[in-house]
């Protein structure tokens, strides 16, 4: 079993930074591929970023893609999303999420994940 927890999430205004983190434990991650996904309220888990266990394959959602980068320390047992020129429409909750295989693919459905944390609030003001 491994428990990830987020961090890092709160309010910002439009156009600026916040950087998330995961911090896994019970288990290394190391050979994970680890994803963020985030739920605004009414809607569906959408899938935001993932990268496999090397950090050499790297995935975006066409809506995060050149604002958003996901990276992976396996030294920390963590994983993190640096999110620049934030919009109000990226105001969701984040989630971190991981699945223990050893591949270059990145799944972009929530149920290619086995492992969830609790989740991270983002709130964007105009």
């Known amino acids: 079993q491994v428990q990830l927890v987020e961090s890092g999430g709160g309010l910002v205004q439009a156009g600026g930074s916040l950087r998330l983190s995961c911090a896994a434990s019970?288990?290394?991650?190391?050979?994970?591929?680890m994803g963020w996904f985030r739920q605004a309220p009414g809607k569906e888990r959408d899938f935001v970023a993932g990268?496999?266990?090397?950090?050499?394959?790297?995935y975006y959602a066409d809506s995060v893609k050149g604002r958003f980068t996901i990276s992976r320390d396996n030294a920390k047992n963590a994983v993190y999303l640096q999110m620049n020129s934030l919009k109000p429409e990226d105001t969701a909750v984040y989630y971190c999420?991981?699945?223990?295989?050893?591949?270059?693919?990145?799944?972009?459905?929530?149920?290619?994940?086995?492992?969830w944390g609790q989740g991270t609030q983002v709130t964007v003001s105009a």
């Open positions: 999420a991981a699945v223990f295989q050893y591949s270059e693919y990145v799944p972009r459905r929530k149920t290619g994940y086995d492992y």
């Open positions: 019970g288990r290394t991650v190391s050979s994970a591929t």
């Open positions: 990268i496999n266990w090397s950090g050499g394959s790297t």
